[in-house]
């Protein structure tokens, strides 16, 4: 199952276990039975601590478990956690096997200070990238408190028990047989969510901080090279995200960011990450600001508010809240979301395979997304308001040559059409004619790119009518003392390098601001 270089770098790691562990396997006689039972006697043959069993009796087959010599249960994986999921079984063996995990260590504390009982169910497919940081967390979760159990199962291997929970998005997690969210959760959402003291607490903990001389707000590629500077200037320095990585992490392919060759997405968000708690940098996640609070005179102290009720205070700030996809805010949209409306083909496809899907946008990203569907679905539209593709030549030569994919150019999507629980096709108008054709489809992948998250912001510094953050060359907005630096800015071409460099000259603005206060006005708030 897995080649020669996989197991050395498997052997490699397995060695760090304190502890044996064993995996548990409920199999049948199928092909993907025997691919899991491959899988398992190489992983098994790569230490001692492992012993592999085949009585499993779980109902869910072909499934294994991973769990603690003399534990009655541990972490679940139902299907093969291959792609992007390799990491995170090798994760559950080496926590199970008493590996530290590297997780804050009040984060530790409080899933073990849990009560009650937790059985969690994640749904992934193994081509998601944000399906690998919900099953990570989940699986430290059940390794840590032996109230808390956690089952990740690969959508494509359980197509019967997918439709009857009705999942068309990945990730999909599930808490005691109840929908509990849908997309990317970083472990401090997750906790959030069931430690019902825990949002209270953390605000307290929050508002008790001493001032910041700069707090970045938003921690993408301008986030955290903002950060970095800052620190590397000596000056107090903290920053407040609700994810480390942001637009990043949904992004497949990166091939432009100079000197390196080819990355992807959440790789590059986790070296940003890791880059930056290298320097004395105040990280808190989880968090979403909400509103700021500008100084009573000039050297005061500026406030973001939270809004889970915290704040946080600072001599200067540096935005960077990054953008989300850009909706097409039209009828049944809202209403199908992850439920046949998707915006990442490349965590959803899989779960369309063999049926008809539309993609919304003619631009690099709407076409790219049509080659990729065109591999896992039967047929892929693509709808274009424009009278032609925006996209580069290469890419519409390509998605032309494809027998399966067709393109629709002047059309204005008017509706998202759906029997109540899942989308079943979609209505454009004919922008030559006017006339409205209605489609029979089963997802509607939306690619017509991004708004800033800057709705919190108005008020408070200028925007333009697309919700830019105005800024200057040297990153200051219309409030002093207060920069800003990524794709939320007015800054032209929305790239990872551009936004990283604008972040580092926003530090370097913030920090000339904060030597030229005169003493008079920094005086005490």
Same mark, same amino acid.
């Given at each position: 199952?897995?080649?020669?270089?996989?197991?050395?770098?498997?052997?490699?790691?397995?060695?760090?276990?304190?502890?044996?562990?064993?995996?548990?396997?409920?199999?049948?006689?199928?092909?993907?039975?025997?691919?899991?039972?491959?899988?398992?006697?190489?992983?098994?043959?790569?230490?001692?601590?492992?012993?592999?069993?085949?009585?499993?009796?779980?109902?869910?087959?072909?499934?294994?478990?991973?769990?603690?010599?003399?534990?009655?249960?541990?972490?679940?994986?139902?299907?093969?956690?291959?792609?992007?999921?390799?990491?995170?079984?090798?994760?559950?063996?080496?926590?199970?096997?008493?590996?530290?995990? #590297?997780?804050?260590?009040?984060?530790?504390?409080?899933?073990?200070?849990?009560?009650?009982?937790?059985?969690?169910?994640?749904?992934?497919?193994?081509?998601?990238?944000?399906?690998?940081?919900?099953?990570?967390?989940?699986?430290?979760?059940?390794?840590?408190?032996?109230?808390?159990?956690?089952?990740?199962?690969?959508?494509?291997?359980?197509?019967?028990?997918?439709?009857?929970?009705?999942?068309?998005?990945?990730?999909?997690?599930?808490?005691?047989?109840?929908?509990?969210? *849908?997309?990317?959760?970083?472990?401090?959402?997750?906790?959030?969510?069931?430690?019902?003291?825990?949002?209270?607490?953390?605000?307290?903990?929050?508002?008790?901080?001493?001032?910041?001389?700069?707090?970045?707000?938003?921690?993408?590629?301008?986030?955290?090279?903002?950060?970095?500077?800052?620190?590397?200037?000596?000056?107090?320095?903290?920053?407040?995200?609700?994810?480390?990585?942001?637009?990043?992490?949904?992004?497949?392919?990166?091939?432009?960011?100079?000197?390196?060759?080819?990355?992807?997405?959440?790789?590059?968000?986790?070296?940003?990450?890791?880059?930056?708690?290298?320097?004395?940098?105040?990280?808190?996640?989880?968090? #979403?600001?909400?509103?700021?609070?500008?100084?009573?005179?000039?050297?005061?102290?500026?406030?973001?508010?939270?809004?889970?009720?915290?704040?946080?205070?600072?001599?200067?700030?540096?935005?960077?809240?990054?953008?989300?996809?850009?909706?097409?805010?039209?009828?049944?949209?809202?209403?199908?979301?992850?439920?046949?409306?998707?915006?990442?083909?490349?965590?959803?496809?899989?779960?369309?395979?063999? #049926?008809?899907?539309?993609?919304?946008?003619?631009?690099?990203?709407?076409?790219?997304?049509?080659?990729?569907?065109?591999?896992?679905?039967?047929?892929?539209?693509?709808?274009?308001?424009?009278?032609?593709?925006?996209?580069?030549?290469?890419?519409?030569? #390509?998605?032309?040559?494809?027998?399966?994919?067709?393109?629709?150019?002047?059309?204005?999507?008017?509706?998202?059409?759906?029997?109540?629980?899942?989308?079943?096709?979609?209505?454009?108008?004919?922008?030559?004619?006017?006339?409205?054709?209605?489609?029979?489809?089963?997802?509607?992948?939306? *690619?017509?790119?991004?708004?800033?998250?800057?709705?919190?912001?108005?008020?408070?510094?200028?925007?333009?009518?697309?919700?830019?953050?105005?800024?200057?060359?040297?990153?200051?907005?219309?409030?002093?003392?207060?920069?800003?630096?990524?794709?939320?800015?007015?800054?032209?071409?929305? *790239?990872?390098?551009?936004?990283?460099?604008?972040?580092?000259?926003?530090?370097?603005?913030?920090?000339?601001?904060?030597?030229?206060?005169?003493?008079?006005?920094?005086?005490?708030?």
């Amino acid at each position: 199952m897995l080649d020669d270089s996989l197991k050395g770098q498997l052997n490699t790691y397995l060695a760090r276990m304190a502890e044996p562990i064993e995996l548990v396997a409920s199999l049948d006689a199928g092909s993907l039975s025997k691919e899991m039972q491959g899988l398992l006697e190489d992983i098994a043959a790569q230490s001692d601590k492992i012993t592999l069993k085949l009585d499993g009796a779980d109902k869910r087959v072909p499934s294994f478990e991973i769990r603690k010599v003399g534990a009655t249960r541990g972490v679940r994986f139902a299907g093969l956690p291959m792609g992007h999921e390799f990491t995170s079984l090798v994760l559950a063996l080496l926590q199970t096997g008493g590996y530290p995990p #590297k997780v804050a260590p009040e984060i530790i504390a409080q899933i073990k200070e849990l009560n009650g009982e937790f059985h969690f169910v994640t749904y992934f497919s193994q081509s998601c990238q944000n399906c690998p940081d919900v099953v990570q967390a989940l699986n430290l979760l059940a390794v840590l408190n032996p109230g808390i159990t956690h089952v990740a199962v690969d959508g494509s291997a359980f197509q019967d028990e997918v439709k009857k929970e009705k999942v068309m998005a990945v990730p999909t997690v599930l808490l005691n047989g109840e929908p509990f969210g *849908q997309g990317r959760m970083e472990i401090e959402q997750i906790l959030s969510k069931i430690d019902t003291g825990a949002v209270a607490r953390e605000a307290e903990k929050l508002s008790a901080k001493e001032a910041f001389d700069v707090l970045v707000v938003g921690a993408g590629p301008a986030g955290a090279a903002a950060a970095i500077y800052a620190a590397r200037k000596g000056i107090r320095t903290g920053m407040v995200a609700e994810r480390f990585g942001g637009q990043v992490l949904d992004t497949m392919a990166i091939e432009n960011f100079i000197s390196v060759a080819h990355t992807e997405g959440p790789k590059l968000g986790a070296a940003l990450e890791q880059h930056t708690r290298e320097y004395d940098v105040d990280i808190m996640k989880g968090q #979403k600001a909400s509103a700021i609070v500008p100084p009573a005179y000039k050297g005061g102290l500026y406030e973001v508010k939270l809004a889970d009720g915290g704040s946080l205070k600072s001599k200067s700030l540096v935005l960077s809240p990054g953008a989300r996809w850009r909706t097409m805010n039209v009828p049944g949209e809202e209403e199908y979301r992850n439920k046949g409306v998707a915006y990442c083909p490349h965590c959803d496809g899989p779960l369309f395979k063999g #049926k008809r899907v539309a993609v919304i946008g003619g631009g690099n990203s709407g076409v790219e997304a049509a080659i990729d569907l065109a591999g896992v679905v039967s047929h892929v539209t693509l709808i274009e308001f424009d009278s032609q593709l925006r996209a580069d030549a290469v890419l519409q030569a #390509k998605l032309r040559s494809l027998p399966n994919a067709s393109v629709i150019v002047s059309a204005k999507t008017t509706e998202v059409h759906g029997d109540g629980e899942k989308v079943t096709g979609l209505s454009y108008e004919d922008r030559k004619n006017d006339e409205i054709h209605k489609v029979p489809m089963d997802g509607v992948f939306v *690619q017509i790119g991004l708004v800033p998250n800057t709705e919190w912001l108005k008020g408070a510094v200028a925007l333009t009518q697309r919700g830019e953050i105005e800024i200057d060359v040297r990153g200051e907005t219309s409030l002093p003392g207060v920069f800003a630096a990524g794709d939320a800015t007015t800054v032209p071409y929305k *790239q990872i390098i551009i936004a990283a460099g604008e972040g580092a000259k926003a530090a370097l603005s913030s920090f000339d601001y904060l030597i030229r206060l005169q003493p008079a006005d920094a005086q005490a708030a």
